[in-house]
């Protein structure tokens, strides 16, 4: 069984740029989260997206966004790139909601 | 409000010996689920056990063990007979709102580094 799949993996961009990082979930699950690692802020929730309704969100500014498609395939998007968003954004897949997340291997970001 | 405490910050122990990982939490619902995820340098983070608030009962899996116990609000976690593939970081997490939710609260982590 497939796990899920974050792309991609490693990227650097430039402080004013965008992002699109892409997650695909396990076959099946159809709850994605997304969440942000950094070393000063650990890990933090940034949005939850079940069957492409958004149930949750962290707190993160406007700047931050997200979507799921039908086929539970789900995107962030960081609009006007500053120097803090550098960090390992982590994706999770769930077949519903409460259990178990299963993670991918993030996509780490850098941004200049 | 929600919040999870890991209070070690690293730990190293030697191969073979016992290590407990300490979590401490706060919540102000009834319900609630506590997790532990192990992070290795891989990135992703693997789940390790997940426990409801109403089920106090102490667990073990292999050489893992969870001791959760609500009158102190804590939920921590014990390895038997460390082994080198164990270093990694440890995180222990909340989830609110009965689990309805995916939204995990989690902590700083605890650096596990198990020398041989």
């Known amino acids: 069984k497939a796990g899920v799949t974050q792309t991609p993996r490693y990227l650097i961009k430039t402080r004013g740029q965008q992002v699109t990082l892409s997650c695909s979930p396990i076959?099946?699950?159809?709850?994605v989260s997304w969440y942000q690692q950094t070393p000063g802020q650990g890990l933090q929730f940034l949005f939850e997206y079940f069957s492409e309704t958004q149930r949750n969100k962290g707190n993160f500014p406007g700047r931050f966004s997200g979507r799921q498609f039908s086929n539970s395939r789900s995107e962030m998007n960081v609009s006007t790139l500053e120097l803090g968003d550098s960090a390992l954004y982590l994706c999770?897949?769930?077949?519903?909601?409460?259990?178990?997340?299963?993670f991918g291997e993030g996509s780490r970001l850098t941004v200049l | 409000a929600q919040k999870v405490t890991q209070a070690q910050t690293e730990i190293s122990v030697v191969e073979k010996e016992d290590v407990t990982l300490d979590c401490v939490y706060e919540t102000r619902d009834t319900t609630y689920y506590l997790f532990w995820y192990k992070q290795p340098p891989s990135g992703e983070l693997v789940f390790l056990i997940r426990r409801n608030s109403f089920d106090e009962q102490n667990e073990i899996s292999g050489r893992y063990s969870w001791n959760f116990q609500k009158s102190t609000s804590s939920f921590n976690f014990t390895i038997t007979a460390s082994q080198v593939v164990d270093s990694a970081v440890y995180f222990c997490?909340?989830?609110?709102?009965?689990?309805?939710?995916?939204?995990?609260?989690f902590g700083t982590g605890t650096l596990l580094a198990v020398q041989p």
């Open positions: 997490a909340l989830s609110e709102r009965g689990g309805a939710t995916n939204k995990l609260i």
């Open positions: 076959s099946g699950h159809r709850s």
């Open positions: 999770a897949s769930s077949y519903g909601v409460g259990g178990e997340l299963f």
